[in-house]
């Protein structure tokens, strides 16, 4: 299904928890730049969420019109939820499930588009009861999927904690010349507040999306050490939710060199300091883009250097151009480190031959206990049979890592 892209904006943002003595009790606001009567048509319609909502892949509605049932993408895990009131005039809707996990029951939510001045607002107010969990994390819990759920792939940023910094400068820029047809793609964009020119750093999402995501956990720290720091999103433009299953667009490939092209444009960047970093599918993407071959060839602009996190790495076969990080779990299933271990070793892979001691050095930490997506904060769970699990000591450590790579090839950042 077709992802459409939201004209929401972080200019306010509001999430509060108050308890009563029935139930908890969550609200959430945001303002739309959209009018009350446009936001209503994108997100009032009961079973519309795999339209906008980034894990929905698929949502199945009863006869009457009145349960749906919504599936998510990469677990077989899904919600059934009742529509209990829908005013169209009023711009409204309440739905409830008896269980939403075995630590939250009878949860109700209240969905309401209101008017404003300049453009409107969306308010979601979610009552549930705690089952097994501390209110506290009950109201966690409920608080993040509220959040998540007007993330619509627009200017509303997305944390995993939900403390939002100031949102990213939205940019567009030129897609690959491959793509089948005109392409203008978008990113995050943060930098420093003076002149510059600064190293910068793009950043490249994995397989499931959630680029602004990306941007709130490694965009904001990058750009809080002084380096400009580009996220870019492959999907939106591209009409695209998830390519965990196949469907990768092979112009993708190329989406990094078009970000550096755009960087090379500004005058705060330093076109000869740019760093590629990519996560899972976009760190295997950073891999490809500094190996020697077609992709690297494509472009007369070259990245200084290069960082994966938890790449899958048995279809690269190098030599990398230029210096390059490779950080992975050693318990992850999904993107083995023996893979990663074997290309930095030279040996060959699956029947793929690798020359050995050439290009330049390739670093390699393998993080022990840690899995797959180990820098996320979240809970832990199985996506398309693989155990995705946040690792606080992992995430430090690769901060730091990533940091002294990126002062080892593009230098200190700004000040």
């Known amino acids: 299904m077709k992802r459409v ?14 308890t009563s003595t029935l139930a ?3 609200r959430l606001t945001a303002t739309s730049t959209l009018s009350a009567d446009e936001l209503w048509t994108k997100i009032g319609e009961f079973c519309g969420m795999p339209s906008w909502h980034p894990a929905v892949e698929r949502c199945d509605l009863s006869a ?12 077989s895990r899904t919600a059934v939820e009742t529509l209990e009131a829908r005013d169209d005039v009023g711009h409204s809707l309440a739905y409830a499930a008896a269980s939403v996990t075995t630590s939250l029951t009878n949860y109700r939510t209240t969905v309401r588009v209101i008017a404003e001045a300049s453009a409107s607002a969306v308010q979601m107010i979610s009552s549930y009861d705690a089952n097994g969990v501390s209110d506290a994390d009950a109201r966690r819990a409920v608080e993040r999927s509220l959040y998540l759920s007007l993330c619509l792939n627009g200017p509303l940023v997305c944390s995993g904690d939900q403390r939002s910094s100031s ?6 820029f030129a897609g690959p010349a491959q793509s089948p047809t005109p392409l203008v793609l978008k990113g995050y964009l943060r930098r420093p507040t003076s002149p510059g020119p600064f190293p910068a750093v793009v950043l490249l999402h994995g397989c499931g999306g959630f680029s602004d ?20 999103d492959r999907y939106g433009p591209r009409g695209i939710k998830n390519t965990c299953r196949g469907g990768m667009p092979a112009d993708s490939l190329f989406d990094a060199y ?15 300091r740019v760093v590629v970093a990519g996560f899972s599918q976009g760190g295997w993407f950073s891999l490809v883009a500094v190996e020697r071959g077609a992709v690297e060839q494509s472009s007369e602009r070259k990245f200084r250097g290069a960082v994966a996190f938890y790449p899958v790495c048995i279809e690269v ?8 990080l490779i950080m992975i779990g050693e318990r992850d299933d999904w993107t083995p480190a023996d893979a990663c271990r074997k290309l930095v070793n030279g040996e060959g892979d699956w029947g793929m031959s690798r020359p050995k001691a050439e290009g330049s050095p390739i670093q390699f930490i393998v993080y022990p206990g840690a899995y797959h997506d180990f820098d996320r904060p979240g809970p832990t769970f199985q996506y398309d049979g693989h155990r995705i699990e946040f690792n606080q000591a992992a995430a430090e450590q690769s901060r730091d890592a990533l940091r002294d790579f990126l002062t080892s090839v593009v230098g200190e950042a700004a000040k």
Do not use: C, H
């Not at 004209?7 to 306010?12: I, V, Y």
């Not at 949102?167 to 567009?172: G, I, M, N, T």
């Not at 076969?317 to 390059?324: C, D, F, I, N």
């Open 24 to 26: 908890l009790e969550s």
């Open 5 to 18: 892209t939201s004209a929401l904006s972080a200019t306010a943002l509001l999430v509060s928890a108050t």
């Open 258 to 272: 078009r970000a550096l092209d755009f960087l090379a444009q500004q005058p705060y960047v330093d076109p000869a």
């Open 213 to 232: 995501q990306l941007d709130q956990n490694w965009g904001v720290k990058i750009a809080a050490w002084g380096y400009v720091a580009l996220t870019i």
């Open 317 to 324: 076969k190098g030599p990398m151009t230029v210096p390059t």
């Open 167 to 172: 949102p990213a400068e939205v940019v567009q």
């Open 64 to 75: 009457d019109g009145k349960i749906r049932t919504l599936r998510f993408f990469g677990t």
